[in-house]
Structures are given as C-alpha cells and as structure tokens.
C-alpha cells in the first residue's frame, strides 16, 4: 500500500475532530451542543460492530450492516449515555456546552475511579495534559449498562473537543 | 509481584489455599490452581531453563503450552511445560539444562494400561471454537467428548478483559472473560459432554470407522478416546521474530503477558515495550495500562496501525506513543532484559542508522501475528496449504469445515487467524456438521448451519474480513481456485 493512501488517523493512532468529520458526517455545532447531552462516536474504520445501534432507545445511531460506521442523528440523540457504555471499542463520547464549560461524558476503565466532585487531570487524545476539570457524574461498573464505568467531567468550553480521558492524581 | 487492585479483575476469588512448591531446592509460595511459571514469576524468578547448545538463560515465552521454551524438570521428571502444569504442594522444580534424560527409575505408562473413552463427536480444544463445536453438537443429539491440555476451559478467552466486537446475540459488549463463563456453564451442563482437562491430545489415527485420539493427562497417564467425527480447534500460537537476544527472559509473546496478568495477577514486570501495534499489541497495551504496568511504546513496522483504530486510540489517550515504522533491533541484559533497542525503518524497510532509541524496560512483548496450531492435522494426514492471509499452514476444508479427511472437521484459529467472534461462529459450523457426519443429528439442524454461515459472511463482510475471505477462498475445497 502507498503511504498517501493510508489515513492520517492510522499512522498516528489518534484522530482530530477534522479528519472525523470526513468520515462520520459534520459533528454537532454549538446551539446543538448547548441544547443537551449529544454523542458522538469517534470511529471512523469499518469493523464489525453494532453495540451502539443496538442499544439506542431511540434509534437514533444509523448502521446498514455491522460493518458500517454509526452516524448518530444528533437532533434524535437524547443524551442518555447508553453508547458510552456499552461501546466496546470505548469509542464514543458525549458532549454538552454549559455557559462556559463543557461536560464531557467518557468511559474511564482504570483504577481509582475518581468519586463526584473530585478535580482531575484531562487528557487529549495523545495523553497530554491540558487542564484540571471536576467530575459531576459517576457511573460505576456495576450500575453500568455496559460494564464499563463512565464519567462525565466539567472542562474549560476551549477543551470541549479536546478532553478525552481523565488521570486521577490523589497524594 | 501479584495483582491485588484491578479495575476487571478480582483476583481474591480466583487464588487458591496458599502452597509451597521448591525451586532450585528454595521454598516458593504458590497458590493451588496456579501453574508454575506464573508461580515462579510471582516469586521474581524468570529463567527456567538453559538452552542445550550455548547454555543461553530462557524464560517464558507463550504460557499456554505450545512453545517448550519453559520446560523444567519436575520431581525427577524432565521436559515438563510448567506454563500449563499446576502446582502441587511439596513440589520440587528444577531448572531444565538443555535435553535432560529420563531418570532410570521413571516408569512410561503402558500401552494396555490406557483407559478409553467413546463419543460420538471428539473435540480437541476447549477455547471459543471447541466450546461452541461441543454445545452445539451436544444440543444436536451428540455425545461429546472435550478435551483441553489447560487446567481451565475457554482457551485464550480466559485472558481477554476487553470487551467483544460484532453483534450483541454474538456476545459484542460483553468480556471474554464473561464470554468464557458462560459456555464453560453452559458446557458443563449438558449430560451429554464428557470434559478432560489437563489432557494433551498427541496423536490423530483412524481406527475402523472412528477417530482414535491419544492423548496424554496430566503429563504421565495415556488416554484413548473414540468418535465418529472429530473436530480439531487447537487455536494458534505466537509468533517470533529474529533480532538479537530474542530469547532473553523476559521477552514475552503477548498471550503469555495476558496469562500472567489476567490469568493468574502476576505483575509481568514494570516497564514494557510492545512490538506490533495489531489488535493484539494494542489491546494488550491497554490491559497493561489497567494492571498499573508502565507501556513505554509500542513499535510497528508497518507505516500504519494494523489493529482496530479504536484500540489504538484508547491507548494514545492514555499517554503510549505507537512509533509506526519503527522495529526492535536488539534486547540488551544479562539473565533477563534490561534495554530494548529499536529504530525506524526506511521504505525498504531496513533501520535508518542514527535513529535508534533506547527504552528501559524490563519486558519486550512480541505481538506479531500468530500462527495456526495445525500440527495434529498435519499429522492426521490432512492436506495443507500455506496461506498469509490466514497465518500460515492451513488445512484444505469444505464450507462445513470438514477437511480432507472424511469426518476430521477444523475449526477457529486452527482453520485461520481470526477472531473470538468468527471462533465461536465457525465452532458452531463444525460441531453440527460433525454431528450430522457421525449420523447422530437431524437433518433440520442444518439450518442452524446456514445461519452460521450467514453470520460469518456479514461480520467478514469488511475491510478487516475481505482480506480473511481472500484467504478462505484459496483453501476451500472446490473453491474457484
């Protein structure tokens, strides 16, 4: 295979919110992200894959055969997480703009699971640090639809498309 | 060097009564239902052995029974696997020095000594393949004999702690671990399924009408078993590549690290670099990661990541750099690793002089590629094929995975390197089709066949299983090539 026709996100293990736009259709603007909770999957590579779809209360995830990408109709979404937990690919997010923050719904399958309130230190898609943020909901594995604890974490609106993941620092 | 906080895992049910096996003639703490290796590297021991021309220190390599690289000597008795050998309390285990001899005083066991067991449908493997192949067939009115040379069923399910891809009535969502679980019960279950575990298959003959197997049980007692069919889903092993000191203890297959951790909550060590950034390099990176083990990197020789993107992405977030285009040159230490040497490669793939990095770290996980476990087919007689896109050797089969030889059927990883999903989908394929073969099955349960051909086509339906099917094309038998 020439190496032009390999995607960007393959060479380096992450994508930008640019190059996801290519693949799963334009991701939601601001009066939409201001509305409610949306998801959005970050999974642009046909696998054999159809958690998501299937789990959605309100048919909101679009898959023609499993080995389609979702595109979620964003003004359908209701917010309710469910992708977010049972994604096995841990591949999708959620995201809702509050004033000046953003909330930003994820997985998080590591030890200590950081309790509601706690700060913690965000992460990009390559594992920088590029903030602290406050945890404002926790759902633990046992609560879980998915067996996959997730959180949603309060950052800067700068951060929203940014904040992947969490570290939890504790001294 | 144990495992006691996990975010997955909990390792207090799993542990045993607390034993004491001797190594070298030192007491080591053990914990019943653990095998040796993983006890002794729980004590910080890694070599095991010595190579029989240049003395070389080896280690573990793949811990689950394939690869000989562990062999110890066992109360007198050489060329035991202690990857797969569960301790005992009392036992004395001894550092093998390359070929060692039977002690004069061991006794073989006799030919006529053998007890025998009949079934109509003999299944050798009891991982995602074989399990589905027994309950299937069970279900289709078979008598079913399993047999596993683990001291567990669910062959590498049993490690995965990830969750599965596909649809969710194929498991998607839900863990290997939990996968492994459920057909274990469900398994266990049925009147109808004789389970052998601890029992290494060694050889395949026709005998009459029937499949003769010989098999060994926990190292010294000889077995017959006898069906009508049998279906052989003996999974795969790990792949080695050459660079120097590859046999260093320490450089493990990535399996091996997931039987370690996952299995059993042994620490592999601290500090890791992973060569392959396939699924397996990368879920494994992650399963790390939840361990509390350090991933330094993971190096790829192909200019882009061949596994899942998603798996990828879960590690890059979490700090693991994949360096595509990058190879390992060397390991560095004495008795066990110390350094990993690696450098980009150039479009010719050869190193660029002045790139090379040095990572310290303490283990090298080798995640690239596995290879079909065909050799009792081979043996049987079966006709092979070597084909890349399916991993290597393969066996000639027809779309119900019957192979060659008229009621040998094959299945998962043994018929192809795939995937647990299409394991499972292929598992039910064969156990049908060898009960159906051993005349025991209605001919109604050939629908439950076609739906599982079904299933198999649309999850190989992507970019992923069209390179699969290219491969399937070349080896099924009145295929169009």
Same mark, same amino acid.
Not at chain 2, 274 to 288: F, R
Not at chain 2, 430 to 437: C, Q, S, V
């Given at each position: 295979?020439?190496?032009?026709?390999?995607?960007?996100?393959?060479?380096?293990?992450?994508?930008?919110?640019?190059?996801?736009?290519?693949?799963?259709?334009?991701?939601?603007?601001?009066?939409?992200?201001?509305?409610?909770?949306?998801?959005?999957?970050?999974?642009?590579?046909?696998?054999?894959?159809?958690?998501?779809?299937?789990?959605?209360?309100?048919?909101?995830?679009?898959?023609?055969?499993?080995?389609?990408?979702?595109?979620?109709?964003?003004?359908?979404?209701?917010?309710?997480?469910?992708?977010?937990?049972?994604?096995?690919?841990?591949?999708?997010?959620?995201?809702?703009?509050?004033?000046?923050?953003?909330?930003?719904?994820?997985?998080?399958?590591?030890?200590?699971?950081?309790?509601?309130?706690?700060?913690?230190?965000?992460?990009?898609?390559?594992?920088?640090?590029?903030?602290?943020?406050?945890?404002?909901?926790?759902?633990?594995?046992?609560?879980?639809?998915?067996?996959?604890?997730?959180?949603?974490?309060?950052?800067?609106?700068?951060?929203?498309?940014?904040?992947?993941?969490?570290?939890?620092?504790?001294? | 060097?144990?495992?006691?906080?996990?975010?997955?895992?909990?390792? *207090?049910?799993?542990?045993?009564?607390?034993?004491?096996?001797?190594?070298?003639?030192?007491?080591?703490?053990?914990?019943?239902?653990?095998?040796?290796?993983?006890?002794?590297?729980?004590?910080?021991?890694?070599?095991?052995?010595?190579?029989?021309?240049?003395?070389r220190p080896r280690g573990?390599? &793949?811990?689950?029974?394939? &690869?000989? *690289?562990?062999?110890?000597?066992?109360?007198?008795?050489?060329?035991?696997?202690? &990857?797969?050998?569960?301790?005992?309390?009392?036992?004395?285990?001894?550092?093998?020095?390359?070929?060692?001899?039977?002690?004069?005083?061991?006794?073989?066991?006799?030919?006529?000594?053998?007890?025998?067991?009949?079934?109509?449908?003999?299944?050798?493997?009891? @991982?995602?393949?074989?399990?589905?192949?027994?309950?299937?067939?069970?279900?289709?009115?078979?008598?079913?004999?399993?047999?596993?040379?683990?001291?567990?069923?669910?062959?590498?399910?049993?490690?995965?702690?990830?969750?599965?891809?596909? $649809?969710?009535?194929?498991?998607?969502?839900?863990?290997?671990?939990?996968?492994?679980?459920?057909?274990?019960?469900?398994?266990?279950?049925?009147?109808?399924?004789?389970?052998?575990?601890?029992?290494?298959?060694?050889?395949?003959?026709?005998?009459?009408?029937?499949?003769?197997?010989?098999?060994?049980?926990?190292?010294?007692?000889?077995?017959?078993?006898?069906?009508?069919?049998?279906?052989? !889903?003996?999974?795969?092993?790990? $792949?080695?590549?050459?660079?120097?000191n590859n046999d260093l203890p320490g450089i493990?297959?990535?399996?091996?690290?997931?039987?370690?951790?996952?299995?059993?909550?042994?620490?592999?060590?601290?500090?890791?670099?992973?060569?392959?950034?396939?699924?397996?390099?990368?879920?494994?990176?992650?399963?790390?990661?939840?361990?509390?083990?350090?991933?330094?990197?993971?190096?790829?020789?192909?200019?882009?990541?061949?596994?899942?993107?998603?798996?990828?992405?879960?590690?890059?977030?979490?700090?693991?750099?994949?360096?595509?285009?990058?190879?390992?040159?060397?390991a560095e230490g004495r008795e066990r690793v110390?350094?990993?040497?690696?450098?980009?490669?150039?479009?010719?793939?050869?190193?660029?002089?002045?790139? /090379?990095?040095?990572?310290?770290?303490?283990?090298i !996980?080798?995640?690239?590629?596995?290879?079909?476990?065909?050799?009792?087919?081979?043996?049987?007689? &079966?006709?092979?094929?070597?084909?890349?896109?399916?991993?290597?050797?393969?066996?000639?089969?027809? /779309?119900?995975?019957?192979?060659?030889?008229?009621?040998?059927?094959?299945?998962?990883?043994?018929?192809?390197?795939?995937?647990?999903?299409?394991?499972?989908?292929? @598992?039910?394929?064969?156990?049908?089709?060898?009960?159906?073969?051993?005349?025991?099955?209605?001919?109604?349960?050939?629908?439950?066949?076609?739906? !599982?051909?079904?299933?198999?086509?649309?999850?190989?339906?992507?970019?992923?299983?069209?390179?699969?099917?290219?491969?399937?094309?070349?080896?099924?038998?009145?295929?169009? /090539?």
């Amino acid at each position: 295979m020439m190496a032009a026709e390999i995607p960007r996100y393959l060479r380096y293990g992450y994508i930008t919110p640019e190059e996801l736009e290519k693949y799963i259709g334009e991701l939601p603007g601001e009066e939409r992200l201001r509305k409610r909770s949306v998801a959005i999957p970050e999974c642009p590579q046909e696998i054999p894959c159809t958690p998501c779809k299937e789990i959605c209360p309100v048919d909101a995830v679009s898959m023609p055969t499993p080995n389609d990408l979702p595109v979620v109709d964003y003004d359908k979404c209701v917010g309710c997480s469910l992708c977010v937990q049972i994604c096995p690919g841990l591949a999708f997010f959620m995201m809702h703009y509050v004033g000046d923050r953003a909330r930003i719904t994820l997985p998080h399958e590591l030890l200590p699971l950081p309790e509601k309130g706690e700060e913690v230190v965000l992460l990009n898609r390559v594992g920088e640090e590029v903030g602290r943020g406050r945890v404002i909901l926790v759902i633990p594995r046992e609560k879980s639809k998915g067996d996959t604890p997730i959180l949603t974490v309060e950052v800067p609106i700068e951060l929203a498309w940014d904040v992947r993941a969490v570290r939890v620092v504790r001294e | 060097m144990r495992l006691n906080e996990h975010p997955i895992l909990d390792f *207090s049910l799993r542990r045993g009564r607390e034993v004491t096996i001797y190594f070298e003639g030192k007491p080591v703490k053990a914990h019943e239902g653990e095998t040796i290796s993983m006890a002794l590297h729980a004590a910080g021991i890694r070599v095991l052995s010595h190579s029989s021309e240049k003395h070389r220190p080896r280690g573990l390599f &793949c811990a689950i029974g394939k &690869c000989s *690289s562990c062999l110890v000597k066992v109360n007198g008795i050489p060329n035991v696997r202690s &990857c797969i050998t569960l301790v005992e309390d009392g036992m004395r285990v001894e550092m093998q020095k390359g070929k060692e001899e039977l002690p004069k005083t061991a006794k073989p066991p006799e030919w006529k000594d053998a007890p025998k067991f009949e079934g109509d449908v003999v299944i050798i493997g009891g @991982g995602p393949a074989g399990l589905m192949a027994a309950i299937n067939a069970a279900d289709a009115g078979a008598r079913v004999i399993l047999i596993d040379e683990q001291p567990m069923l669910g062959g590498q399910l049993v490690k995965q702690t990830h969750k599965f891809f596909g $649809k969710r009535e194929q498991f998607a969502g839900v863990r290997g671990i939990k996968i492994a679980e459920i057909l274990e019960e469900e398994a266990r279950k049925r009147e109808n399924i004789q389970i052998f575990l601890e029992t290494s298959a060694v050889g395949v003959f026709q005998e009459g009408d029937e499949k003769l197997v010989i098999a060994v049980r926990k190292n010294r007692e000889l077995l017959e078993f006898r069906g009508k069919s049998l279906v052989v !889903a003996t999974g795969a092993m790990e $792949k080695m590549i050459p660079f120097e000191n590859n046999d260093l203890p320490g450089i493990y297959g990535a399996g091996a690290i997931q039987t370690l951790m996952n299995t059993y909550g042994v620490k592999p060590g601290d500090r890791v670099l992973i060569v392959g950034a396939g699924n397996v390099g990368l879920i494994l990176a992650y399963q790390l990661i939840q361990a509390g083990v350090e991933v330094k990197a993971i190096v790829e020789a192909m200019p882009k990541v061949g596994g899942y993107f998603v798996h990828a992405a879960k590690v890059r977030r979490l700090g693991v750099p994949i360096l595509t285009r990058h190879t390992i040159l060397r390991a560095e230490g004495r008795e066990r690793v110390e350094r990993a040497v690696v450098a980009q490669l150039d479009e010719n793939w050869r190193p660029i002089p002045g790139t /090379e990095r040095v990572f310290d770290v303490d283990v090298i !996980a080798l995640a690239v590629g596995l290879r079909p476990s065909v050799e009792l087919l081979h043996q049987a007689g &079966c006709q092979l094929l070597y084909i890349r896109e399916l991993g290597g050797h393969v066996v000639r089969r027809d /779309e119900r995975l019957e192979t060659t030889i008229s009621g040998i059927f094959v299945a998962g990883d043994t018929a192809g390197i795939e995937e647990a999903t299409t394991a499972m989908l292929e @598992g039910k394929v064969a156990g049908i089709a060898a009960a159906l073969k051993a005349g025991v099955a209605s001919p109604d349960w050939l629908k439950e066949i076609e739906k !599982a051909q079904r299933d198999l086509e649309e999850f190989r339906s992507g970019p992923f299983g069209r390179h699969v099917l290219e491969g399937i094309k070349k080896v099924m038998i009145g295929g169009s /090539e």
